[in-house]
């Protein structure tokens, strides 16, 4: 199945200054009086050719031959074409969505309503759950001191939770990032409640602040009836309000890389933290080639047995001789194991090296 993508003219923007809701919202300055920096023209959309063939047969064999609802999109940044199966499926996208947070952050830094050194606090009430390291740098009432840009190398680098919900409250909640997505045409991707939320209604429960300390929630979790958790998680996996379409990723990203999203400068800033991300290094980046650069986002979501609700991991693989590839290969159920799930994605990777020529 071949894509092309449709380049729309977006409109700026200029939003109103988010007003400080108490110490969960941090205040966004308002629009500067000096003119708003003008983005470079938005490059040509690429001339879209044939895929290759090779390429389509061994996506379509590995999703065929893979035990779970996975889907697989390659979209060929340079040339236009995409290979996808069951690229327009629906997955659970679980950190995966910190993308679009750290997108409307610096959408809100190129427009002049914050800077990355902008200062930010992180309380013992910002804790969320699961992977947070910020969790041991919050000590008595101050809490830690850091910067917007520090909470999204966080978030992107290490995958942390606190560092993520943080960021997103900064910058008006869940609306904003929606507002976002909508204003730049990425359909078919959801953004979730936030990380508390989406969690506690995977798991079957209700949100509690003390969740957040120590082992809390795997212990309230635990406690459920076993069929009140299968039917939570069934509910999550099967219309997951995270969801997003692995070719919607896959062309999010490659417009990322045009620089059809964000200014030169943030983009590359993104791009540039994708690479150094430290999660996943057996998933896609497993099969990069030396020579070829490689950036991205992972995300997992709770297992339940054997199950998990989310393995996935999307990028943008970088050939030496400058041509890019955006890849999207999303699990969003399985009972395969890491192992297995891990050699799939690589097996994507190493199709879109072994094609490219």
């Known amino acids: 199945m071949f894509r092309t993508i449709a380049v729309v003219s977006l409109s700026v923007v200029l939003a109103a200054c988010v007003r400080d809701a108490g110490p969960q919202v941090a205040r966004v300055a308002p629009p500067p009086s000096a003119p708003i920096p003008v983005r470079a023209p938005t490059p040509p959309a690429p001339r879209s050719v044939t895929a290759p063939a090779a390429l389509a047969a061994s996506v379509a064999s590995l999703v065929r031959g893979f035990d779970g609802r996975v889907g697989v999109a390659v979209r060929s940044i340079d040339q236009g074409w995409t290979v996808d199966s069951n690229g327009d499926l629906?997955?659970?996208?679980?950190?995966?969505?910190?993308?679009?947070?750290?997108?409307?952050?610096?959408?809100?830094?190129?427009?002049?309503?914050?800077?990355?050194?902008?200062?930010?606090?992180?309380?013992?009430?910002?804790?969320?759950?699961?992977?947070?390291?910020?969790?041991?740098?919050?000590?008595?009432?101050?809490?830690?001191?850091?910067?917007?840009?520090?909470?999204?190398?966080?978030?992107?680098?290490?995958?942390?939770?606190?560092?993520?919900?943080?960021?997103?409250?900064?910058?008006?909640?869940?609306?904003?990032?929606?507002?976002?997505?909508?204003?730049?045409?990425?359909?078919?991707?959801?953004?979730?409640?936030?990380?508390?939320?989406?969690?506690?209604?995977?798991?079957g429960l209700t949100w509690k602040p003390d969740f957040a300390r120590g082992n809390a929630f795997a212990q309230a979790r635990a406690k459920l009836p076993t069929l009140d958790r299968i039917a939570a998680f069934e509910r999550y996996i099967s219309d997951p309000p995270d969801g997003a379409a692995p070719i919607a990723i896959a062309n999010a990203l490659a417009r990322l890389?045009?620089?059809?999203?964000?200014?030169?400068?943030?983009?590359?800033?993104?791009?540039?933290?994708?690479?150094?991300?430290?999660?996943?290094?057996?998933?896609?980046?497993?099969?990069?080639?030396?020579?070829?650069?490689?950036?991205?986002?992972?995300?997992?979501?709770?297992?339940?047995?054997r199950r998990t609700a989310g393995y996935n991991d999307v990028g943008l693989l970088i050939a030496p001789d400058g041509r890019s590839y955006a890849i999207a290969v999303m699990i969003g159920d399985t009972p395969k194991s890491i192992p297995e799930r891990q050699a799939l994605m690589q097996a994507v990777v190493a199709s879109v090296v072994a094609n490219h020529g």
């Open 90 to 203: 629906r997955l659970p996208q679980q950190s995966v969505s910190k993308l679009w947070v750290a997108m409307t952050v610096l959408d809100l830094r190129d427009s002049g309503r914050l800077q990355l050194d902008d200062p930010v606090t992180v309380r013992r009430e910002d804790l969320t759950l699961f992977h947070q390291p910020i969790a041991a740098l919050v000590k008595g009432e101050d809490g830690y001191q850091t910067t917007v840009g520090g909470l999204l190398q966080r978030a992107l680098t290490m995958s942390d939770n606190t560092a993520n919900d943080r960021l997103l409250r900064f910058v008006g909640g869940p609306s904003a990032v929606r507002a976002f997505l909508q204003r730049k045409g990425l359909d078919n991707i959801r953004f979730g409640p936030g990380e508390r939320l989406l969690q506690a209604q995977t798991a």
């Open 257 to 305: 890389k045009r620089g059809d999203l964000l200014t030169k400068a943030s983009s590359e800033y993104l791009i540039g933290t994708m690479e150094s991300s430290h999660t996943g290094k057996q998933r896609m980046r497993g099969a990069v080639p030396p020579g070829w650069s490689f950036g991205h986002k992972t995300g997992t979501g709770q297992d339940l047995g």
